[in-house]
């Protein structure tokens, strides 16, 4: 006879097997550290290059203008607000990547508790019988 239990149980956990399972089980294969560690860097060098792409726009967009007023600027002062403006940007990105990828990992691990937990409760029904 079948038990209605145990084969919804086993539906739920295939079902996470399949879906969510396979993303979980490559984060979760990680050290908390490393793996935010792995993210935010990656963040940080994806963050380096928009600030640059975006830089670069805003040069080019008024090109002459800025050529002409290249001589008449202070170029120490332009540079430190450039490299101000880079220093902060990346640093607000880099504690938001640390933040969403802080939850991201606690929540695998979580959700891999209690997948291990529903394959022990599994076990136990089988035993059971």
Do not use: H
């Not at 979980?24 to 294969?29: D, F, L």
């Not at 792995?38 to 203008?65: M, N, P, Q, R, W």
């Amino acid at each position: 006879m079948l038990n209605e239990e145990r084969i919804i149980l086993m539906t739920r956990l295939a079902s996470y097997e399949q879906r969510e399972g396979k993303k979980n089980v490559a984060i979760g294969g990680y050290f908390r550290g490393d793996y935010i560690s792995k993210e935010v860097i990656g963040s940080l060098i994806s963050a380096t290059i928009a600030f640059g792409i975006c830089f670069a726009l805003y040069i080019f967009y008024d090109f002459e203008t800025f050529m002409q007023d290249i001589y008449k600027m202070d170029l120490l002062t332009f540079a430190k607000n450039v490299l101000t403006t880079f220093l902060i940007s990346v640093a607000e990105y880099g504690i938001i990547s640390y933040i969403v990828y802080s939850v991201r990992y606690s929540r695998v691990k979580e959700s891999q508790k209690n997948y291990y937990n529903n394959l022990k409760k599994l076990a136990g029904m089988y035993e059971k019988n």
